[in-house]
């Protein structure tokens, strides 16, 4: 009898003989509800719920190992990215796991469907009473205050013990995920924009002429067609054409105005084309890719409100979505994110993985750091620094903002610090360290001393000009840095690609490796929580990380 046969039979006979003699193991639990949410009571018993059911991938380290083996510069393999096939084979459940977990739905007349292409991932649709009964819960509905939207979550959920170890995580169940989700905030009014390519005059209105001169950033077109950059929307922010063609006009007079993006959607998602419609958001990010990174492809992807991912505002679906694709992009950009303990560590750990996947097959994974300075995501109240996620995850890189030319200055809001979820990896305990030892006691009791630190880089982002709706404005956060830093990986992608070479993938080994082809910033900080919060210092920090780009010395160092 092969063991997954065992398992089946084992919960059969579980089934026959009724729940009461399960051993129910306690899966994830809450000891209070989080921060901003109140409770409105039991959930609708008869209303459903769209599961999301996490599997243990089969050889996460075995995936871990392969990223770092293909990211790192002085390894033999670096650049030889996986295929799709390869790196679905370390994320796959064991066919044990899904075996027990689908026969564990059988007995409760349910049967869920496959939302991965890796399999790791499966979705159902539950009543709550249902959901209440299999995991031994109780769904309440919870109250976002800010926001007023209500959604059904529990603060504990248990599986049976012979289930337990086969599934990661479900979800929704602990995760509290706000809706309100990381954007730019517009800034003061400042004087009306003026195009130039004078580096300093980013100090005062950031434009992508100012960005060229400031970064070295050629101006010339990219040229291969197979390079990509996927710019990540969310929330109903919509891209719009009309707008972009107003910002080439005002703001890149040197190339077409035509110059344009494709969209792929997901969730029911659109791009609506209207004035009345535009995405502060998603206007900023397709203009400081196709505004910067002349030249090369950019989609974007647009997700809907018809969501599967239980609330996660397509977080999920999008990973889910793009991995499932033959070939992936380049880079992706993504400007949104939550608060690290808003995520529980099971499904941010999932997600992580998700992103260390894509950089295993070729994929420079950035996201916007977060822009409530120590205080993470967003400014909320905290007596210890709070981290953001993604930002915190090891195998992705997270963009702070800074502000200013001379010099370059951390941006106060520039997310910043150390995760509670994952420790610091190898390829960057040494900077870490550094930091650490020039820090002394300041900010002691504060922050996880063993966590990642981020961001690990940044790059313009106040007072960025940006067409919307038809009209220029200014705006802040690092929402504008993801992009920006983006372009410059797309460019240099596009040469690598040009030379026969390999894209960049997943940069961070690369970029600790190289931290002298960045422009160390060395001023600001960003206060929270009370205090003073991180300082901004020579090497990394975590607030500018290793500093912002240089491309003819980044472009060196990739060996062009
Ligand atoms: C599962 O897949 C079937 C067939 O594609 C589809 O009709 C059904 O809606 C899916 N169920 C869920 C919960 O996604
Ligand atoms: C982080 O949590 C605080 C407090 O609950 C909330 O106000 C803020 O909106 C959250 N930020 C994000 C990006 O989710
Ligand atoms: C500090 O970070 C480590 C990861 O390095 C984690 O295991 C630990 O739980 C964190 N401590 C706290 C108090 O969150």
Avoid at 20 to 44: H, K, M, N, Y
Wanted: hydrophobic share 40%; aromatic share 10%; glycine share 10%.
């Amino acid at each position: 009898m092969s063991a997954a046969s065992f398992f089946f039979a084992s919960l059969l006979s579980l089934a026959v003989a009724g729940p009461a003699s399960q051993t129910f193991i306690v899966q994830e639990s809450l000891s209070t509800t989080p921060q901003g949410f109140t409770r409105l009571g039991a959930a609708d018993a008869s209303s459903s719920i769209n599961f999301r059911i996490a599997l243990p991938s089969s050889n996460v380290a075995g995936l871990e190992a392969a990223l770092l083996d293909v990211s790192t510069p002085s390894s033999s393999n670096y650049g030889n990215h996986l295929s799709k096939d390869a790196v679905n084979a370390f994320l796959a459940p064991s066919d044990q796991a899904t075996a027990v977990v689908q026969a564990w739905l059988s007995s409760h007349g349910l049967s869920a469907n496959t939302s991965s292409s890796a399999g790791d991932w499966l979705s159902l649709s539950v009543t709550v009473a249902k959901a209440n009964e299999i995991l031994s819960a109780q769904y309440e509905t919870f109250q976002h205050v800010a926001s007023g939207k209500t959604y059904a979550r529990t603060l504990s959920y248990s599986l049976p013990a012979e289930v337990a170890d086969f599934i990661d995580t479900i979800h929704p169940t602990v995760t509290f995920n706000n809706p309100l989700s990381i954007s730019p905030v517009l800034s003061v009014p400042k004087p009306a924009a003026q195009v130039s390519s004078d580096a300093s005059s980013c100090a005062t209105t950031v434009t992508p002429s100012c960005i060229q001169s400031l970064y070295k950033i050629p101006t010339t077109a990219a040229t291969e067609s197979s390079n990509s950059i996927a710019v990540a929307g969310f929330i109903n922010q919509f891209a719009q054409k009309s707008d972009l063609k107003s910002f080439l006009k005002s703001f890149r007079t040197d190339i077409s105005s035509s110059t344009t993006f494709t969209t792929q959607t997901l969730d029911g998602g659109k791009n609506t084309q209207s004035a009345s419609k535009a995405g502060i958001e998603a206007n900023l990010d397709v203009q400081y890719t196709i505004g910067i990174a002349t030249g090369v492809p950019v989609f974007f992807v647009s997700t809907g409100d018809d969501y599967q991912d239980g609330d996660l505002e397509g977080f999920l679906d999008m990973v889910n979505f793009l991995s499932a694709e033959d070939s992936v992009p380049q880079v992706m950009t993504t400007s949104y994110g939550e608060n690290e303990t808003d995520m529980s560590k099971a499904l941010a750990f999932k997600l992580c993985t998700a992103y260390a996947a894509f950089g295993a097959r070729g994929t420079s994974v950035l996201f916007a750091s977060g822009d409530g300075g120590v205080e993470g995501g967003q400014s909320q109240t905290c007596t210890k620094y709070q981290a953001a996620f993604p930002a915190g995850c090891p195998f992705l890189t997270a963009v702070g903002s800074v502000h200013g030319t001379s010099p370059e200055t951390a941006s106060t809001f520039s997310s910043g610090g150390f995760s509670n979820y994952w420790g610091a990896p190898d390829y960057q305990t040494d900077a870490v360290a550094a930091f650490l030892k020039a820090q002394g006691t300041t900010n002691k009791g504060l922050f996880n001393t063993s966590g990642r630190g981020y961001p690990d880089v940044s790059a313009q982002g106040e007072n960025v000009q940006i067409v919307s709706g038809g009209s220029t404005e200014g705006v802040d956060g690092t929402s504008c840095a993801s992009p920006i830093f983006a372009s410059v990986i797309g460019l240099l992608n596009d040469e690598l690609i040009a030379a026969g070479n390999s894209p960049l993938g997943f940069l961070n080994p690369w970029l600790y490796a190289n931290a002298d082809m960045l422009n160390d910033v060395t001023a600001g900080s960003n206060p929270g929580c009370g205090a003073a919060g991180f300082t901004a210092r020579a090497g990394w920090d975590p607030v500018t990380g290793l500093g912002t780009p240089d491309y003819a010395k980044m472009k060196t160092a990739a060996g062009l």
